[in-house]
């Protein structure tokens, strides 16, 4: 498990933030540290949805997804967006991977179609997951639904042929 | 005429080519305080804890027939079959479309989270019921077009359950809906409640056994139940509400929206002055959010409880020269606006319409949106979009829980 860095649990103590300039800076320092940082953030996020020790990380995982969604900064967004998702796939509890897809469905792109469609066979993550696909849209999101709906049965077989026609539709 | 199987709404519309008046026993011939049988509207209660039962008086309907309440929660059920408005003939549902399933019942009050609002709004459009909605009228925008949109087709009345326009004042209304006010510097301020979600919530404990969770989450995405996310305090997060800027917001925009003439438009710019980052599942602090118009007004929304105050100043009064005041002279003053009650008896629309409650709360989800995003955002009222912001864009229209849809 990644421990906090020094500068990264100084970060966590200014946030959040009362003025939008200093946010900034303290995202800009953040991201400097690529996707190792935000790997020690999602692991002190905690594994349970209201572990008391991880509000401060939530809020910068969170404050890093709107962040970088921000209109010109796609290099940053793809940064993001990817260090979520490879999270996804690492030994986390189904809570914090469906913070995760809450996050992704804010800011994923079709990058993050792969890491998200190998959630859809989960009866807990299928939901997040699809709901994350379906904001992200687009063909490669519509077939990755279609691809885990046929095989779907009971409230995961509702919830893709769902999310099935809310992409089909956009 | 009784109203058991052929209601008196019904009736009206029916017998079109009937005198409505000849319909109708008046109320003087039945002696002080008698209500006609004709004038009596029968109605279901959907969500009866908290403001429910206010909210069915709110209507302002006189003393319509509750023929149905319902309620996920079991203990909520028994308070409404337990109201004054109950009588032997209330029954008590816990799925909505069970009441929507009835013939008999002309009038749907809906006051339940708003994360709901949407659905039951178009299931009852769908069902021909008129609907009295609570404020805030929807979760996020895309929500609010598709009721409009139900309303508009299925001919039902829709009064949003906030009245602040009815006292609006309509001379302004009048210049403003002229054409005549090509750019403006006025500045309408309001203020709201500051309260927030909490942050820090532990793990969650089994839902109790008189409430149905899965229902009261119904489109929401799941999450553990906690007893602090239910029940009045779902309004401090996102997923189920707006916090007190959507909560009361909406009844200090409401009379902005007609009184300005904006009932088919909305801001083009909002900025926003909050914490940053927002929580994301709780509401936190903010200052103000600035709401900009076409025509330069400025409607801003403030808790005067945190970070920096709004200290922008009021631009120039509009004043119109000789030759447009005589245009605007020559026009017919608004008519008043008509109360749910009038509206439901004429079918005419009802001062607070679907498509104006919409646009109300469109302009308060954007305010959020700002504050959760962190930035200033650029808004299509004819497209419903916000501009060049494909992030901040996803929050208009948030995918919902299966089975539940738009």
């Excluded at chain 1, 969170?62 to 967004?77: C, E, F, S």
């Excluded at chain 2, 989450?217 to 916090?243: I, Q």
């Excluded at chain 2, 419903?384 to 996803?394: C, K, L, S, Y």
Aim: neutral net charge; contains cysteine.
């Amino acid at each position: 498990m990644s421990e906090l860095s020094p500068e990264v649990a100084a970060v966590l103590e200014t946030l959040p933030c009362d003025e939008y300039a200093t946010a900034e800076k303290l995202f800009e320092q953040l991201l400097t540290g690529g996707p190792d940082v935000i790997r020690q953030l999602v692991v002190a996020v905690g594994p349970k949805f209201g572990d008391a020790g991880g509000v401060k990380p939530k809020y910068a995982v969170h404050g890093l997804t709107v962040y970088a969604g921000r209109p010109g900064a796609d290099g940053q967004r793809r940064l993001v967006a990817g260090a979520l998702a490879k999270e996804l796939g690492a030994e986390h509890s189904d809570e914090l991977k469906a913070f995760l897809c809450r996050q992704l469905q804010l800011c994923g792109t079709a990058g993050e179609v792969p890491a998200l469609a190998g959630l859809l066979k989960s009866d807990r993550l299928c939901e997040p997951a699809a709901q994350a696909l379906q904001a992200i849209g687009g063909n490669a999101a519509l077939k990755a639904l279609r691809g885990a709906q046929e095989k779907a049965d009971g409230d995961r077989k509702r919830t893709l042929d769902q999310a099935v026609e809310f992409v089909s539709n956009q | 005429m009784t109203t058991s199987h052929f209601t008196r709404r019904r009736f009206l519309g029916a017998s079109a080519a009937v005198a409505v008046g000849a319909a109708i026993i008046p109320r003087h011939v039945l002696g002080a305080g008698q209500q006609p049988p004709s004038e009596t509207v029968t109605g279901a209660l959907i969500g009866v804890g908290g403001r429910g039962l206010g909210s069915w008086g709110a209507m302002g309907l006189g003393n319509p027939r509750m023929l149905a309440v319902c309620d996920i929660d079991d203990e909520h059920i028994a308070k409404g079959l337990k109201s004054p408005h109950a009588s032997p003939e209330t029954k008590g549902y816990k799925d909505f479309r069970h009441v929507m399933d009835r013939k008999d019942i002309d009038v749907i009050c809906i006051a339940t989270p708003p994360h709901w609002h949407a659905l039951q709004c178009i299931a009852a459009a769908q069902a021909g019921k008129d609907i009295f909605c609570e404020k805030p009228m929807t979760k996020f925008i895309a929500e609010g077009r598709a009721v409009a949109d139900a309303v508009a087709k299925h001919k039902v009345i829709f009064q949003i359950g906030t009245f602040g326009r009815f006292k609006s004042d309509r001379a302004v209304h009048k210049l403003y809906g002229s054409g005549l006010v090509k750019e403006s510097g006025v500045l309408v301020r309001a203020t709201v409640p500051l309260r927030v979600g909490r942050t820090d919530l532990e793990e969650g404990t089994p839902a109790p056994p008189e409430l149905d969770y899965d229902m009261w989450l119904g489109p929401a995405p799941f999450k553990p139940y906690h007893p602090l996310r239910v029940h009045y305090n779902n309004r401090f997060y996102w997923d189920y509400e707006g916090g007190d800027l959507t909560n009361f917001g909406h009844h200090r925009i409401d009379p902005f929206n007609y009184q300005y003439a904006k009932d088919d438009t909305g801001p083009v710019e909002i900025e926003p002055h909050g914490q940053f980052p927002q929580h994301p599942d709780a509401v936190g602090p903010w200052g103000w959010v600035e709401l900009k118009y076409a025509d330069g007004v400025r409607f801003v929304v403030e808790t005067g409880k945190w970070g920096t105050p709004y200290d922008r100043p009021a631009g120039k009064t509009p004043s119109l020269t000789p030759e447009d005041q005589e245009k605007l002279d020559a026009m017919p003053d608004p008519e008043p606006l008509v109360s749910f009650r009038d509206a439901i008896r004429t079918r005419q629309q009802a001062g607070g319409h679907a498509e104006a409650a919409h646009r109300s709360v469109t302009a308060l989800h954007l305010a959020n949106i700002a504050l959760r995003v962190g930035r200033k955002l650029r808004w299509d009222p004819a497209a419903e979009q916000i501009v060049g912001d494909e992030q901040a864009n996803r929050f208009v229209n948030i995918p919902m829980r299966a089975p539940w849809r738009l």
